[in-house]
């Protein structure tokens, strides 16, 4: 199936590892030019040499730290200046610290805002007026399963990414006259360190081990797996491509059956 992305631009943040990397692999074996940002740059080098040996597109990277107005217009300027414009923008960060909403103080959920719903709500004020002149746009916005079925423990990111979830909600109504779509894609449990990282806080909170709660994770998933970075990647790269011009205002969850809502 040709997705129509070749030649198109897209700014993936936080693209260095995770499933932000596998969102950048994916969209640059569609023909895709990439502009990526994290804030460790040794890493994001890396990813960003391994993805131009493997498929030869253009890819720019800035480290930068999105939680910040000045990181935001780094990566911007930067994809301005190679490119000229974004096509696609794909928002992502990473997962605020877990714990219990007591153990959170005031400076914590600050800085979780900053994080994960700032960041989105800078990217792409950065990039509509853009997309709005082209009349063609993506915004694909990576927030979690939790935000339909919230998670023990993520009280931080429960909230937040619900806050993205209403943003991206009711941007998709304002700007789907212009040709430009908004979706929010949740994943579920899928095999990246952040999920590596929660079962181990969850095996020293339990005196278990981070195996048994991996899981324990797994048995929670009707597919009985963790999902593969490479799995939710694909389901992005549909969402940005010209097939998916009649998707908008959606959360599309890619967890293996583990929301158990009917919509």
């Known amino acids: 199936m040709d997705l129509g992305l070749r030649g198109k ?23 895709t ?47 301005m200046r190679a490119f000229g414009r974004v096509d696609v923008l794909v928002t992502n960060a990473g997962g605020p610290p877990a714990g219990p909403f007591e153990s959170h103080s005031h400076e914590a959920w600050q800085a979780a805002v900053r994080q ?21 746009g993506r915004i694909l916005n990576v927030t979690s399963i939790a935000v339909k079925q919230p998670v023990d423990g993520l009280i931080l990111s429960n909230s937040v990414r619900a806050a993205v979830t209403g943003f991206a909600r009711t941007l998709a109504n304002e ?8 979706n929010n894609v949740m994943p579920g449990y899928t095999r990246t360190q952040r999920v590596e990282d929660l079962a181990a806080r969850n095996a020293a909170m339990r005196d278990s081990s981070p195996t048994a709660e991996l899981a324990l994770f797994e048995r929670q998933v009707p597919m009985g797996r963790l999902g593969e970075p490479a799995e939710f990647a694909a389901m992005v790269a549909f969402l940005a491509s010209e097939r998916a011009s009649y998707t908008t205002g959606a959360s599309i969850p890619v967890d293996g059956g583990y929301i158990r809502s009917l919509v």
């Open 175 to 182: 700007v789907a006259p212009f040709g430009i779509t908004v």
């Open 116 to 136: 994960n719903l700032d960041s989105v709500v800078e990217l792409v004020r950065a990039v509509l007026p853009g997309m709005k002149e082209r009349r063609w």
């Open 33 to 79: 030019s990439l502009v990526m940002c994290a804030r460790g740059e040794e890493r994001l080098n890396a990813t960003a040499k391994a993805i131009r040996d493997e498929t030869g597109v253009r890819v720019e990277t800035v480290a930068a730290d999105l939680s910040e107005q000045a990181g935001v217009q780094r990566v911007i300027d930067t994809a």
């Open 9 to 31: 631009v897209a700014l993936v943040a936080a693209s260095s590892v995770g499933l932000g990397r596998a969102v950048a692999e994916e969209l640059a074996r569609e023909g």
